[in-house]
């Protein structure tokens, strides 16, 4: 899909939208059960408080991310990206970190 494609997808897709937040709230739950040695720990800890008060206004900021895999992207339309929710998940979970340090600098 072009840029403009995945930008609509993330500002016309509740759909799309509704399973992002779904796994941000999913992956912000989860740091409370991280390993204290888990990388980037004080970080990550301190950003999931911040995204449950708030969790559509990260999904969103997420959801940007989320289009930008190369895999996501290749996909022909939002009910593929759709029908393969790990792949969003996997995206999700890994711009954890990303955000966690943007928000500790």
């Known amino acids: 899909m072009t840029e403009i494609e995945l930008v609509r997808i993330v500002e016309n897709e509740p759909d799309f939208l509704d399973l992002v937040t779904?796994?941000?709230?999913?992956?912000?739950?989860a740091v409370a059960a991280d390993d204290i040695n888990t990388p980037n720990h004080a970080q990550r800890?301190?950003?999931a408080p911040q995204i449950l008060d708030n969790?559509?206004?990260w999904a969103r900021k997420f959801a940007y991310g989320v289009v930008t895999n190369a895999t996501i992207a290749a996909r022909v339309d939002v009910?593929?990206?759709?029908?393969?929710?790990t792949e969003v998940e996997f995206e999700v979970n890994a711009?954890?970190?990303a955000f966690?340090?943007?928000q500790g600098e």
């Open 22 to 29: 779904y796994f941000v709230e999913k992956a912000a739950k």
């Open 95 to 97: 711009q954890f970190d």
């Open 55 to 57: 969790v559509v206004e």
């Open 79 to 85: 009910a593929d990206i759709l029908a393969h929710p």
């Open 100 to 102: 966690a340090l943007i």
């Open 45 to 47: 800890i301190t950003l």
